[in-house]
């Protein structure tokens, strides 16, 4: 547009000589206008449609680490879509660049670049300044602050990248947020009582002051001011009062004396002729030289020190007078007597002047730790000149910093760990009880038990271990090349070095590894072996050898259960007869035959032909041909009755043979019977006697002379070399075999009952093996560790008494020997004497003698009075030097560390001059007579001139002898504080039992308890405990109750067992005899489950609860005890008629309960013993064939019913004819069957598992590894248990587990460490000082053990000694010497002060020799400060006064909340005023303030007291009762006073707090129509009559005083209550409108109750049911009921 202007005011310029149209000309304009605007928009859109764009820099690349390196970035052109296009599409002259050079950062750059911090700017608030600000700041306000972060080079701070840094470490912030604290206004105290008139007579000044409390903080208002001043009047002064004052001005700072040259300038002039006359007194010149060297001698011997270089110089001071209006006049105006001093003798001030820095130390590290890889460099500088006269301190003398280390030469640091030692030997015995018997038999007991091992701290790292190895071989070859010996010791250092040889326990830092753990003892299996068999026929001893004839019969028996160590424990398993005709096979009868008559009859006398089988020895079936020696059974002879024939029964079987053996006076017999069936008719044969129905054979004829082997045990196993030696392998024992040895064993033959015989009497071939191969198990050497170091001796210069006078070395056993390895070695711990300490140098101060004193330059006091004189005041130094105790010199450095305060160099000295009184040093105080109230004197005298001088005889003014009193020595002793804890004497536990069984040693006892004794002198004041003669305590008697464990019975008798038949339980049980009490034992706790099942078994056992119990299951044989029936008898016919001997009738047999063994029933037993239901049938209806009757067999036993049952299936059973009827008749039916009916003739069966017993021990065991069983049951379905055998042939399932193992817990009682030594003393003065030792918990109780004690800590009080400390006196006045006013010095003493310790005692001056032992300090100060100047304002002067105490510390808080903000105090100097007129001089007031710690929160609230009229008091209060200005805040300020518009002018009215008038108490309010208080009228008073006043009526009466508060409280006395209806403003007030309520509500139920009285009632109905139900009382239990 600019272009197009210039273009058409050209066009115009020149419009005068062209002649172009104007529509023309606008055509063209707005043609090129269009052309420009044209290119410019294509421009434009190509330019702002592709764009370059860049990825971020690569990472830098090169070679070096450093600069130089080069780093690229992604270019490419994109639209501003997004998408990426063709670069040629961008300007390539704006294409960004792709590569840059970089810095390639390395790690190792990490260690010299860092982030360098800025501090936080200050904080700035970030609200936005047109937000209204609430009128109270609560909080404060946001704001933010920011700081400068830079990456630098650490050593020398110069910038780098940023990137460097960041490599390392992100950026930290640069921004944070902050908090603008609320103003915090200045808050000040409360001020002072008024001062005293400054004058006594005429009109004064009296002033208050009050100090600052808190300063302002955060734009907060500043402080108020400090001074008050009010006018004072007094009586007129009779004299005139004084106008002018002598002032004294400051001591100007100390000047040299000018030098000898300058003096003898001076001086020259007046002195030449002096010169001239001393030159002429010493003529001679060898006399001159002899006195200068003399003089030089004097100087070489003087103790001057390069430490110390003091000098003496001189200060001066301005005395002026001054007009009380503050104007200086001349000096005659204040003439006095005595004018003050101007010039005194002071001391050079000289700063501490150090040396140079030494250069830095090589990098140095004892050890190298990963964790912290830098080393330590030092460097340092001397003290050239120590400071004196008050010059700056020695600054620091040394300097370290961290550095990096160089080299692999540094060894890395030692690293700790514990080793422990084998597990000793596992004992069971620790675990017993105390009532235990079997404490003192250790070989028998097993199960579970505890162990122990020992810990010891060895040095762990193997770096460490490696570097020393390393250097000893650089040693040791070093050594080789000097010695060349003929082995290499490099094992022998190996092992030395690697070998864990134990170090001070203190240096392992991790707990203590477990000493003590659980182990298992196997229990011995005892052999179980089952019952003897029946014997077996007569055998040859071996039927591969049958030459000898010699036979036994043999009866075995098996091991039912394997014991420990093998078979051979058990007892011998064959027993052997000997026999005649022995064999080793022979026939069997099976079955017999039919019976076959003789010549083909029908029936008589016939044979029966057996059938057999061959069997051997042992029963089994083998092959008939093995039998051929052996006689073939013979047919049998039988009968077949004819008719009318006797019929018998068959015969019975074999009864069991009466005697196992037969002998002398034993024989063995068995018996069979048969009955008769049917007696004979005529012409039959005859029925036999009865003694023909029973037939008798001896049995057992072998004699009873029994013999077996009998084997002993067996014996050692003894190496045998002929065999080689096994590599290390496993024995059945589980331990590591190493060699292959032999046992052997004794073997004999034994006669049962008579004892050894002839080995030919038993069975060679049976006879037990005599020698055996066994393991030997490997030796284990004695293993113990190198010796650890010797314990240090006492270092040469320790102080106190050195008792330690031998060191020690011990070492552990690591193994202990076994199996014959080698034994342990019997010195475990070796001491020696430390070698005699080299002398003990100790360092004192020597000082030197005082030199003379040096008063003031002459030239300086020459225009003072008495200046004639060299006399006065002045300073005189000495040397001090640093010796050893033995005098010997000692550096300066030594004595500064080791001999305390240094002695002073200066004291202040004086020259008396002719005039001054002199005396002779004090004397020493004379002895004291020992009685209390008497005093000790010391003395002195006049000296020289000064005994002819009046003045100088004035005592009262120069006093002679001084008196003190002596102390007295009346001591009081008193108990403090507590009791200890009851403590055992050192070394003395008592055991329980008189045993030391691990784990159950207790501490208990008689102890003893102690309380401190604290020493009073006479005046109250803590001495040593000595002087009561007492050694710190009392003492008395205290018992620790032993601990005693829960006491049961032994175990019971084991119960039956629950069945007769089948799996039952049998109980034993403990009682409870005694309780545990003082952390004893506890007693084992009930298991809920199995004592259900014991009640569930055992509900009939006496009721009672056992405390311990142990169930386990039984189970009875169902065929132990049987029924055992004889033949039935002979069928005794009932009927009268005998003559056929035939019909029905009754037969009997006997039935008994016999006990079943492996040979069969045997001696007869109780009957209840035998299943009752199963009990066979004693008598039974019979019927007596005829003899013609055909006559049947007995019934056989009936089939089995087929399973599973069904009344469908039958059984049966048949019996056969035995005589047969004549012809024409017929025998009954053979067989007889039944239905199969459940539980009645058919059962089903399986198997029922019990519950699983309690977990059973061996007898031995007392806890650990056990076993819990259940039994199988075989079960009736009618629920009754019978034998095994049914469900075994049955074949049922039996998957069940019988036994499983358990874990009963072992009774570990808690094990705790030894106490540790008595710690130091918490105090090391005063009365409530204790010392503490603790132990530890190695082993917590488990199981039914002991219980830890809760006491793990005991104290004691220490012995009472009494707190000396330096104490400051009070500041005297400031004095001004021979003035009115000025530069003033004040004064105070230290004092030695005794204190008990606690904050309440302020303590009791005593004598300064007790402080002796104290280094001088005040309160941790050791610059003691005696003498300090003041100032004494002169009359009229405005000044400051002194600086107030520090305020106490003071945080910055909201509602109790810390910001953090740091805490400040403050103190302040207030300003005083003597004259108004001098106002204008008067300085500002003064105050500052510093951070401090330990500081609180402080609230501010305003606080008021109650009204008086229309006005109260207001004041601010902090919270801790402190009341102050400043801090409230000023919005919430409660007013302080009060009107009400109109005012209340009504009697006995006032201005209510609401500003409306109301009425006192006692009165009521009556208001206008515009609610304006019109008066205020009296309320009747009620009063109601109390006990006192017992009269009848009510009478109203009229207050008297109601306003008068009354004495008596609420409730109490005479009441009176006044009843004000109306409030206030003259409304009625809210009880009054709840009393008519009331009153309205009571109104109607009057009515109702009148209305329900007077209407007539209904008739009632008869009730017909109406009678009493009886009362049901539910009992629940109580016994009380």
């Known amino acids: 547009m600019g272009l197009t202007r210039k273009r058409r005011n050209v066009f115009i310029t020149h419009g005068g000589s062209a002649k172009v149209s104007v529509p023309c000309l606008r055509a063209l304009i707005m043609l090129l206008f269009a052309i420009w605007d044209t290119a410019a928009q294509s421009e434009g859109e190509i330019k702002s449609t592709y764009i370059w764009k860049t990825g971020p820099w690569g990472r830098c690349m090169g070679d070096d680490c450093g600069p130089g390196g080069i780093q690229t970035r992604a270019v490419w052109c994109a639209h501003v879509e997004g998408w990426t296009t063709l670069p040629t599409n961008c300007k390539q002259h704006e294409r960004p660049e792709n590569q840059q050079n970089c810095f390639k950062i390395c790690e190792w750059h990490k260690e010299l670049y860092d982030w360098q911090l800025g501090d936080w700017n200050q904080c700035k608030p970030v609200s936005s300044r047109y937000v209204e600000k609430p009128p109270e700041c609560i909080r404060g306000e946001e704001g933010t602050q920011n700081r400068d972060v830079s990456c630098v080079q650490k050593s020398n701070g110069a910038p780098a990248e940023d990137a460097i840094c960041e490599y390392f470490e992100p950026k930290p912030h640069l921004e944070q947020g902050c908090l603008i604290p609320c103003p915090q206004d200045c808050v000040v105290s409360e001020f002072s009582p008024w001062s005293e008139c400054s004058k006594t007579c005429g009109s004064g000044l009296q002033h208050r002051t009050r100090s600052v409390v808190a300063p302002p903080l955060f734009d907060g208002r500043p402080c108020p001011n400090l001074t008050e001043f009010q006018a004072c009047q007094f009586n007129p002064c009779d004299a005139e009062e004084s106008l002018y004052s002598l002032k004294v001005g400051s001591w100007s700072s100390c000047s040299l004396p000018h030098s000898r040259e300058v003096r003898q300038t001076r001086k020259k002039g007046k002195n030449r002729d002096k010169d001239k006359q001393r030159e002429k007194g010493v003529k001679d010149a060898e006399m001159r030289e002899l006195i200068k060297k003399k003089r030089n001698r004097n100087r070489q011997n003087r103790q001057d020190n390069k430490f110390w270089d003091i000098q003496i110089g001189y200060q001066t001071r301005e005395v002026t007078c001054t007009h009380k209006s503050g104007k200086t006049v001349a000096l005659s105006f204040c003439q006095q007597e005595t004018m003050p001093v101007t010039f005194q003798s002071c001391i050079m001030t000289k700063d501490c002047q150090v040396s140079e820095w030494t250069e830095w130390s090589p990098c140095f590290k004892a050890c190298y730790e990963i964790s912290s890889p830098k080393g330590i460099r030092i460097r340092t500088r001397t003290i050239k000149q120590f400071p004196v006269g008050g010059g700056a301190e020695c600054p620091e003398l040394e300097e370290k910093e961290q550095c990096s280390l160089q080299g692999d030469s540094i060894p890395p640091c030692a690293a700790y760990a514990w080793r422990t030692t084998e597990w000793s030997e596992c004992r069971v015995d620790p675990l017993l009880n105390q009532q235990d018997k079997r404490r003192g038999i250790q070989t028998v007991l097993c199960g579970g038990g505890v162990q122990t091992r020992e810990g010891y701290c060895v040095q ?610 403990k009682w409870l005899r005694e309780k545990p009490y003082n952390g004893g034992r506890p007693c084992p706790k009930l298991d809920h489950v199995s004592q259900a099942q014991v009640t569930l078994h055992f509900k009939q056992v006496e009721g009672l609860l056992f405390n311990v119990y142990e169930v386990v299951p039984c189970h009875s044989d169902c065929s132990q005890y049987v029924w055992v029936t004889e033949p039935w008898s002979v069928c005794k016919v009932t009927n009268v008629d005998l003559k056929e001997n035939c019909g029905e009738g009754v037969q009997t047999r006997k039935v008994r309960c016999v006990q079943n063994t492996v040979d069969g029933p045997s001696d007869p037993v109780e009957d209840y013993l035998c299943d009752p239901e199963e009990m066979p049938l004693g008598a039974r209806k019979c019927a007596l064939p005829c003899p013609e009757d055909c006559v049947m067999s007995e019934w056989g036993h009936w089939s089995k019913c087929p399973l599973p049952c069904n009344e469908s299936s039958v059984r049966e059973r048949s019996s056969i004819p035995i005589r047969k009827p004549p012809d024409g008749k017929t025998c009954p039916e053979p067989t007889e069957t039944e239905s199969c009916n459940l539980n009645k003739n058919c059962h089903h069966y399986m198997y029922n598992v019990t519950d699983w017993s309690t977990c059973q021990l061996s007898e031995k065991a007392v806890c650990g590894n056990g076993i819990k069983t259940r039994m199988l049951d075989c079960v009736r379905s009618d629920g009754r248990s019978v034998d095994l055998r049914y469900c075994q042939e049955l074949g049922l399932e039996k998957s069940w587990q019988m036994n499983t193992s358990c874990v009963v817990e072992c009774p570990l009682n808690c094990q705790l460490s030894d106490w540790s030594s008595w710690s130091e003393c918490s105090q090391t003065c005063g009365l409530t000082g204790r010392m503490w030792r603790h132990r530890k918990i190695i082993q917590s109780s488990q199981g039914d053990g002991r219980p830890c004690p809760s006491q793990m800590e005991q104290s004691k009080p220490c012995t009472i000694r009494p707190c000396y400390k330096w104490q400051y006196d009070q500041w005297s006045s400031c004095k001004v010497e021979d003035a009115q006013c000025g530069q003033g010095v004040r004064f105070r003493n230290i004092t030695c002060m005794v204190f008990d310790g606690s904050q309440e005692d302020e303590g009791k001056v005593v004598e300064e020799e007790l402080c002796g032992d104290l280094e001088p300090s005040v309160d941790g100060d050791k610059q003691i400060l005696l003498e300090e100047d003041c100032t004494v304002p002169c009359p009229g002067d405005c000044y400051l006064m002194d600086w107030s105490t520090w305020s106490p510390c003071q945080l910055t808080c909201v509602n109790g909340e810390d910001f953090d903000f740091g805490a400040v105090q403050a103190r302040s100097r207030a300003v005083i005023i003597q004259e108004l007129e001098n106002q204008h001089m008067c300085p500002e007031q003064a105050w500052e303030s510093r951070t401090c710690t330990d500081g609180q929160c402080y609230e501010y609230k305003w606080m008021t007291s109650p009204w008086k009229g229309s006005s109260r008091m207001v004041w601010c209060q902090r919270s801790d009762g402190l009341n102050v200005t400043g801090g409230c805040s000023l919005v919430s300020q409660p007013d302080f006073n009060r009107s009400c518009n109109p005012p209340c002018i009504s009697p006995h009215s006032y201005c209510t707090e609401n500003g409306v008038c109301g009425c006192q108490e006692g009165y009521t309010e009556v208001t206008t129509s515009g609610g304006i208080l019109d008066q205020c009228t009296r309320i009747p008073v009620l009063e109601i009559p109390t006990e006192g006043n017992k009269k009848g009526d009510v009478k109203t009466s009229r207050a008297i005083n109601p306003t008068q508060a009354t004495n008596s409280s609420t409730g109490r006395g005479g009441r009176t209550w006044f009843l004000q209806p109306f409030g206030p403003d003259g409304r009625l007030k809210t009880w009054v409108y709840g009393v008519a309520a009331g009153a309205f509500v009571l109104l109607i139920f009057i009515i109702s109750m009148i209305y329900l009285a007077c209407k007539k009632p209904k008739k009632p109905q008869r009730r017909q049911n109406n009678r009493l139900k009886p009362l049901t009382l539910a009992y629940d239990g109580d016994a009380d009921m």
């Open 460 to 1069: 762990a790292n193997e770096n460490l271990l490696l570097y020393l190895n390393t250097l000893k071989e650089k040693e040791e070859s070093q050594s080789q090349t000097k010695s060349k010996p003929s082995t290499a010791p490099h094992l022998s250092i190996t092992f030395e070095i690697t070998a864990s040889k134990p170090v001070d326990n203190k240096l392992c830092s991790e707990p203590v590894p477990n000493t003590t753990q659980l182990c298992h003892v196997p229990c011995p299996i005892e052999c179980e072996v089952s019952s003897w068999s029946a014997w077996r026929p007569c055998t040859y001893e071996s039927c591969d050898d049958q030459q000898t004839k010699k036979g036994f019969k043999l009866r075995k028996r098996i091991i039912v259960n394997e014991p420990t160590g093998g078979t051979g424990n058990c007892p011998h398993l064959i027993e052997a007869i000997p026999c005649e005709e022995p064999s080793c096979f022979d026939w069997r009868i099976v079955r017999l035959g039919e019976c076959v008559p003789d010549d083909g009859k029908p029936c008589g006398p016939g044979t029966q032909i057996p059938e057999v089988v061959c069997v051997n020895n042992d029963g089994d079936e083998v092959e008939r041909q093995l039998c051929i020696d052996a006689v073939f059974p013979a047919p049998i002879i039988c009968d077949i009755p004819c008719p009318k024939d006797c019929v018998l029964s068959m015969w019975s079987e074999w009864s069991s043979c009466s005697h196992t053996c037969s002998g002398k006076n034993t024989e063995g017999r068995q018996m069979r019977t048969r009955s008769i069936l049917a007696y004979a008719g005529e012409g039959g044969i005859q029925c036999p006697n009865t003694s023909s129905l029973q037939e008798v054979r001896s049995c057992n004829e072998h004699p009873c002379t029994v013999y077996h082997w009998q084997s002993g045990t067996w014996g050692p196993c003894i190496e045998d070399t002929s065999v080689s030696t096994l590599n290390s392998s496993s024995s059945w024992s589980g331990e590591a075999a190493c060699a292959m040895g032999m046992q052997t064993r004794k073997v004999i033959c034994v006669r049962v009952n008579v004892g050894q015989v002839g080995p030919k009497k038993c069975p060679e071939s049976l006879r037990p093996e005599t020698v055996r191969p066994c393991l030997l198990p490997c030796t284990k050497d004695c293993i113990v560790t190198p010796y650890s170091d010797w314990t240090p001796c006492p270092t040469p210069c320790e102080e106190g008494d050195i008792t330690i006078k031998k060191q020690v070395r011990h070492r552990v056993i690591i193994q202990f020997p076994a199996n014959g390895g080698r034994d342990c070695p019997e010195t475990l711990y070796e001491e020696k004497d430390c070698e005699t300490p080299p002398v003990c140098y100790s360092y004192r101060w020597k000082t030197h003698k005082w030199r003379r004193c040096q008063l003031v330059p002459w030239y300086v006091r020459q225009d003072s009075p008495g200046a004639h004189e060299t006399c006065g005041p002045g300073l005189q130094t000495r040397a001090i030097s640093c010796r050893r105790q033995d005098g010997g010199q000692a550096d300066i450095a030594d004595c500064l560390k080791y001999a305390g305060t240094m002695p002073s160099l200066t004291q202040a000295c004086q020259i008396p001059c002719q005039d001054d009184c002199q005396f002779t040093n004090w004397s020493k105080f004379s002895m004291c007579s020992g009685e209390c109230g008497s005093v000790r004197t010391r003395k002195r005298s006049l000296a020289g001139k000064s005994k002819k001088r009046e003045r100088c005889k004035n005592t009262q003014v120069y006093p002679l002898v001084e008196t003190q009193f002596c102390p007295c020595n009346k001591y009081t002793a008193q108990p403090v504080g507590n009791w200890s804890d009851c403590i055992l004497p050192e070394g003395k536990v008592e055991v329980m039992l008189g045993m030391k069984v691990q784990g159950d040693i207790k501490e208990c006892g008689q102890g003893y308890r102690y309380q401190a004794m604290a020493c009073y002198d006479q005046d109250n004041r803590l001495v040593e405990t000595s002087r009561c003669n007492s050694h710190g305590y009392i003492e008395e008697a205290c018992i620790i109750p032993c601990p005693s464990d829960c006491k049961l019975s032994e175990w019971s008798n084991w119960s039956r067992c629950s069945k007769s038949c089948g799996s039952g339980v049998k109980v034993r049980s």
